[in-house]
Each structure stands twice: as structure tokens, then as C-alpha cells.
């Protein structure tokens, strides 16, 4: 069975990242690796995340990486974190700083609002109904 282990998201700096990811999103730090060439292996995921599946934080090395930092989907949402606690993640988020876009709102498809990471990437927050 085929999965999609990782997806790479283009960051302007490792430690900045790892910070945002591990403290705002409670994101567990799955790997560190320097590769010695001054570029790392980082994957973080989730807190309680299906195995197999996370973020490369992959530091960004060009002008076109860089012009890609916060805008990975063109100002879409392009991440979308789910959760079975909406209300207490929400509220964590919050407090941790995490900007929100709009109110929670409820859909048919489940309970949802959309944020931005540090970079200004959207992603939605769902509990899924």
C-alpha cells in the first residue's frame, strides 16, 4: 500500500521553524540530522499523527525558495491539520500566539477555522464531523 510519507515545507530558518511547529502547533520533533553541509534533515508531526506522515522543514537555499516561504499554495489554504478536540486545540493555539483568520465556523463536513503558520501559510483546523 502506497502512503505520502512527507511534505516538504520551504522555511527561512530551521530553529525559528522547529520552534513554531513544536510550541504554537504541539507538533512532536521527529528528527534533527545535520546533513554537514549546513543544511538538516528535520521532520516534525502531529502529536498523536498517523505514523508515516509529517513535515520536512526544508530551509529555504535560493531566491525562488525564498520567494516561496509563506506562499506554498498561493495564498490558498494548503495544510489542513485535523483534530478530535477542536474547542481545546483552538483555544491552545490561541493562547501559543497562532494567528486566526476567522471564527470557528460549522460546516456539514465538520467544525473549522482557518490560520496561518509563522510564514503566513494557511491551514485549516478541522474536526471533521
Known amino acids: 500500500m502506497s502512503h505520502i510519507a512527507l511534505i516538504s515545507l ?10 513554531f511547529y513544536t510550541g504554537a502547533l504541539g507538533f512532536g520533533l521527529v528528527e534533527d540530522t545535520d546533513r554537514g553541509d549546513g543544511s538538516r534533515w528535520v521532520v516534525v508531526t502531529p502529536a498523536g499523527g498517523r505514523p508515516g506522515t ?3 522543514l526544508a530551509r529555504a537555499k535560493n531566491d525562488a525558495q525564498r520567494a ?3 506562499a506554498q499554495a498561493g495564498g490558498r489554504v494548503g495544510f489542513f491539520l485535523h ?4 474547542a ?4 491552545r493555539m ?6 486566526f483568520l476567522e471564527e470557528p465556523r460549522h ?10 503558520d509563522l510564514y503566513g ?3 485549516d483546523l478541522l474536526q471533521p464531523a
Open 68 to 70: 516561496a516561504v509563506g
Open 94 to 99: 490561541l493562547t501559543a500566539g497562532v494567528r
Open 121 to 123: 501559510n494557511r491551514w
Open 83 to 86: 483534530t478530535d478536540d477542536f
Open 88 to 91: 481545546g486545540d483552538h483555544a
Open 54 to 56: 509529517g513535515l520536512l
Open 10 to 19: 520551504v522555511v527561512r530558518d530551521y530553529d525559528e521553524a522547529i520552534a
Open 107 to 116: 460546516e456539514p463536513y465538520g467544525t473549522v477555522a482557518v490560520f496561518e
